[in-house]
């Protein structure tokens, strides 16, 4: 990625971190690409320097098409000199028409892959879809819904 802007808010200490109110990243990478992520706050932990816990986060992943994908999220683990984030707990992912929810998704910016795992649940227009895993990918504009045990059956409701 070629650029970072950081933009916070007040400093509060606590005993083995900084928490910060109101934080905001932006990176673009080298094809145009641009990463915004928003949090109400965040803890930064001494010993981990690049690592940084998000708490009530909101972003967006805006394409060089302005294809934009959202996703909100009650924490996430950021890592600021990679962008790779986790985001926990009550995660939605809005991309088009397509909204997914689940509570775990791994944001992996050197691979360009979103996977979404724990709970999955996918609409479409009419399609609802269960499974236990979905993988984006982001330059094919691919995605691959999958069950852990492959006995399982993904779980697919709708109009045909």
Known sequence: LKSHDINYNS????KNSNVIET?????QDLIGNTYVI????AKFEEDKVDSITLFKVNAEIIRKDN???KIYSETANY????????FKKHVNIEYGKQLIK???MKLNFSENIIEIIENVHYENNNTEIYADKVELDLLRKKM????NNQNDNIQITGEY
Do not use: F, G, R
Not at 11 to 14: E, G, P, Q, S, Y
Not at 23 to 27: G, V
Not at 79 to 86: F, L, Y
């Open 11 to 14: 400093d509060k200490k606590t």
């Open 23 to 27: 934080l905001k990243y932006i990176s």
């Open 38 to 41: 928003n949090a109400d706050s």
């Open 67 to 69: 294809e934009i994908i």
């Open 79 to 86: 890592n600021k000199k990679n962008n790779d984030t986790i």
């Open 102 to 104: 689940a509570e775990v």
């Open 144 to 147: 691959k819904i999958s069950m």
